[in-house]
């Protein structure tokens, strides 16, 4: 007698990003009440399983959902207000006088809307998320059935979000406790970066973490200039500022990370630090080149971030896949220095892990959530196939995503997102277009 399932998807191959390395031909996923219960053989499984619903992909290859490992959501709303600067200018003349203006709830609601309808369908089922209004941002996710690691932001500086440092981590906190239960909403801390947090409110942060578990999303030597200032200021790196206050642990996740040392590459995989990847980002700033390779080789793991719209144009994780294994190739002078089965497993398990949530996303494996991503590679233009994990790195793109789930719900079918219609996000971005449009006149 079989057995009863909410969901059986079958495809033409399957790539579970598990330790098997694997590449499966003509497998299926079973899915019940949102998570996984078995990975097997097509033929066996239509045996195996009466699905409520049964979905056939004869052409597609099923990967976990991809992980975006850091973002600024709501900066879709600022998408090519200031290219082709480098940082601290894009920040100082454009962004933070921007946002002095126009951020606000409303802002970050419809900012985040947007970035959360483009990442899903570009196949991203998570990210992890540093902006202002925290509460703004997690419901935008809820509404259209992403999951999420809400940042709480620290700044010493004031905003329209909050006049003090406290008054960050407190509106922060609050909001975490509101959406406390939510199996798709979670927290982390998340101080923007060593030139805008003070020492007192690092050691604030690493208490909080500590008592109540919470990963810390910062920035961290994006640039040489970052670390020249630091140099004049503290007389220390900022990693290694960071590391005197107890920062340098287990659930540091450092965003950038261009400019470290063969030192500082050590003390982060020896304290067991994770990194967020953001290749995109990096070149259009002209920050460098980050040493993912070599950090990659002393087993810190790295995940793939796309940066904020206003830093890349895109929020698109198969762009960075792509980017992070070439820039790696061509920095190194290696051209297996990431191979793509490593990339993928940089979007999609060492994510996961960086959130500490491997026990749950980031692998097709039975007991974990069912967030998955369908690719469709029948058009010409990703025919013959040989290698589906290299199409996916190197040939296909989020325009190929035909498919997500989210704990087995179905987010995006035939790359239309089903939560939100095209014609109301169009309105919502019309809107913003006229009103931040209009300090560029």
């Known amino acids: 007698m079989s057995e009863q399932v909410d969901l059986l998807i079958s495809a033409r191959w399957v790539i579970p990003v598990d330790a098997t390395d694997a590449t499966l031909e003509h497998h299926s996923i079973a899915i019940h009440k949102g998570r996984i219960v078995a990975v ?3 033929n066996i499984a239509r045996e195996r399983y009466h699905a409520t619903t049964e979905t056939r992909l004869p052409d597609h290859v099923l990967i976990p959902g991809l992980i975006n490992l850091h973002t600024h959501a709501a900066m879709t709303l600022m998408r090519g207000i200031a290219d082709d600067l480098p940082l601290m200018t894009w920040l100082q003349t454009a962004i933070w006088p921007t946002e002095a203006q126009h951020v606000s709830p409303a802002f970050v609601r419809d900012g985040t809307l947007l970035a959360a309808a483009e990442m899903l369908r570009g196949g991203i089922t998570t990210c992890n998320e540093m902006y202002f209004y925290p509460d703004a941002a997690a419901a935008s996710f809820d509404a259209l059935g992403m999951r999420c690691v809400i940042g709480i932001t620290a700044i010493d500086f004031p905003t329209s979000y909050a006049a003090s440092a406290d008054e960050y981590l407190s509106k922060g906190l609050a909001a975490r406790d509101a959406w406390r239960g939510n199996p798709l909403v979670r927290f982390a801390l998340a101080p923007h970066a060593p030139y805008t947090v003070s020492d007192t409110t690092f050691s604030r942060i690493v208490s909080l973490s500590n008592e109540l578990d919470l990963p810390i999303h910062i920035h961290i030597h994006e640039t040489a200039q970052e670390i020249e200032d630091s140099l004049k200021q503290y007389g220390e790196r900022p990693l290694e500022r960071l590391a005197r206050l107890g920062l340098v642990e287990s659930q540091l996740i450092g965003v950038h990370a ?18 967020a990847h953001c290749p995109t980002s990096n070149m259009k700033l002209a920050s460098g080149i980050a040493p993912v390779a070599a950090a990659l080789a002393h087993g810190i793991p790295i995940g793939l971030g796309t940066d904020g719209a206003a830093s890349n144009n895109r929020l698109d994780i198969f762009q960075e896949m792509r980017m ?15 191979p793509a089965k490593t990339a993928l497993r940089m979007a999609t398990q060492h994510g996961a892990k960086a959130l500490g949530l491997e026990n749950d996303i980031g692998s097709i494996e039975v007991g974990k959530w069912a967030d998955l991503c369908a690719v469709d590679l029948s058009p010409f233009e990703t025919q013959p196939c040989f290698d589906p994990a290299s199409h996916l790195v190197y040939c296909a793109g989020r325009e190929h995503v035909s498919d997500v789930w989210i704990a087995g719900q179905a987010r995006v079918s035939n790359k239309q997102v089903l939560q939100k219609a095209d014609n109301e996000l169009l309105g919502v971005a019309r809107v913003w277009q006229n009103k931040v449009g209009s300090r560029f006149d």
């Open 40 to 42: 097997l053989p097509s």
């Open 324 to 338: 992070a294994a070439l820039l790696a190739k061509v920095s190194t002078q290696d051209a297996a220095a990431i």
């Open 258 to 275: 261009v400019h470290l040392t063969p030192s500082e590459i050590e003390t982060l995989a020896r304290h067991g630090c994770a990194l």
